[in-house]
């Protein structure tokens, strides 16, 4: 079983970046494909990034692309949201979440096996 933890939230103005970074400790980090999701306040949660077990391939939401990038060290067992132009509307606590079945990319919330305890971003106008 892997454990996930998330760091790098905090409070930013509209246009800012963050880096948000998931460390997973007690499983074989490159044996699970690494999803970032949200939510946000009365909202369902959401899919953001997912990167393959390689990091060789990766996929983003219409909402973040061109904004958000997801990338991953394997070498650290760590994944990384990187996001950039953020807006109010990305407001929401980020999740990551791993996924032990498919080498692929999954955006079903669902097919996540593992949860981190979330972080919070707070995107001032």
Known sequence: QV?????????????????????ASGGTFNNYGMG?????????????????????????????????????????????????SLKPEDTAVYYCAADKHYAGITTTIRRYDYWGQGTQVTVSS
């Open 36 to 84: 970032w999701f949200r939510q946000a306040p009365g909202k369902e949660r959401e899919f953001v990034a997912a990167i393959s077990r390689t990091g060789g391939s990766t996929y983003v939401a219409d909402s973040v692309k061109g904004r958000f990038t997801i990338s991953r060290d394997n070498a650290k067992n760590t994944v990384y949201l990187q996001m950039n």
């Open 3 to 23: 454990h996930l933890v998330e760091s790098g939230g905090g409070l930013v103005q509209a246009g800012g970046s963050l880096r948000l970074s998931c460390a």
